[in-house]
């Protein structure tokens, strides 16, 4: 790679229908030209957490983390090297995790709650997108989730949900939100709206990288 790369940073709250804003989002784009790092599979081991007396482990602290190996292999993709990291499970025991290739490409995905407030990986950011919903309907997304995807259970679900969730997107989210370039709200699980806003952005972003 000839120069840095065009980095776009998409944060969004617990239940804020991330996930589908990024299938959407890549689909615009060749798997040459984009690539995506997220922050999730950079969790420190849940064994090595400090336990809250209920015994419930708290992910929505920037300590939970590898901060260090995320900023290095944020910068290793700057340098055009190749990253090969063992995919996050959130603990859950069912699925075996893949081995992820994240190869360099000339737009650059970074993803994840904590990426605006960590300093070093907020100065690398080009363009910012916020993603947000209602709190009843995220808890609802994230009900789910959780139930389905991730074999937890509904007490601590909900637990997390008004201990760690919210308070971690308030201290260390919500802040930065008014210093992105696009806030989407996103409070309906129809698929149209949100492909008309990834088709909007990607056309723009197409022009302005691509001129």
Request: net charge negative.
């Amino acid at each position: 790679m000839n120069k840095k790369p065009y980095v776009i940073g998409i944060a969004g709250s617990s239940g804020s229908g991330k996930t589908f804003f990024l299938n959407c989002f890549l689909k615009h784009f060749s798997p040459d030209e984009v690539t995506l790092i997220s922050q999730d599979d950079y969790y420190i081991p849940a064994n090595t957490k400090t336990q809250e007396e209920n015994k419930l482990y708290n992910f929505d602290l920037p300590t939970s983390i590898d901060r260090n190996a995320f900023y290095k292999d944020i910068s290793d993709l700057f340098d055009g090297k190749t990253i090969y990291k063992e995919e996050y499970t959130f603990n859950n025991p069912a699925i075996k995790p893949k081995m992820l290739e994240i190869k360099p490409a000339p737009i650059l995905i970074i993803e994840g709650l904590f990426i605006y407030h960590y300093t070093e990986v907020n100065k690398l950011i080009d363009h910012r997108i916020f993603l947000d919903a209602n709190q009843d309907i995220a808890l609802e997304r994230r009900l789910r989730r959780d139930l389905i995807e991730r074999g937890y259970f509904e007490d601590d679900v909900r637990y997390k949900w008004v201990n760690h969730v919210l308070p971690s997107y308030n201290e260390y989210l919500l802040p930065y939100k008014n210093s992105c370039d696009q806030v989407i709200i996103n409070n309906t699980d129809d698929p149209e709206p949100i492909w008309k806003i990834t088709d909007d952005i990607c056309a723009d972003l197409k022009d302005k990288i691509y001129k």
